[in-house]
Nanobody, 115 residues
Framework: QVQLVESGGELVQPGGSLRLSCVAS????????MAWYRQAPGKQRELVAL???????NYADSVKGRFTISRDNAKNTVYLQMNSLKPEDTAVYYC?????????WGQGTQVTVSS
């Protein structure tokens, strides 16, 4: 049974930082492309960042220079370090795992940026 379990979302003030974690089980983690997506109310889900099995990374323009994605294959975990948070970063953040035709999603974690 495949599970992706996110954690770390909470209410934070503008300019603050958060680190999201996603622990995977039931997959050969090191083989998967891991990504973070987010979905704000009334908007489509969008890609935030991804890290390949070779540790190459890619980011949405809106988060470049502020967010950092990383993976720890020994812990089956992918992280999203979010700095200089803005109110427009408010969304449910989802962990995603992809390998060939297989794709899996976590249940999401809420990030709210507000004063």
């Amino acid at each position: 049974q495949v599970q992706l379990v996110e954690s770390g979302g909470e209410l934070v003030q503008p300019g603050g930082s958060l680190r999201l974690s996603c622990v995977a089980s039931g997959i050969i983690f090191r083989s998967y492309v891991m990504a973070w997506y987010r979905q704000a109310p009334g908007k489509q889900r969008e890609l935030v960042a991804l890290v390949t099995s070779g540790a190459s990374t890619n980011y949405a323009d809106s988060v470049k220079g502020r967010f950092t994605i990383s993976r720890d294959n020994a812990k089956n975990t992918v992280y999203l370090q979010m700095n200089s948070l803005k109110p427009e970063d408010t969304a449910v953040y989802y962990c995603n795992a992809v390998w060939v035709l297989q794709t899996y999603w976590g249940q999401g974690t809420q990030v709210t940026v507000s004063s």
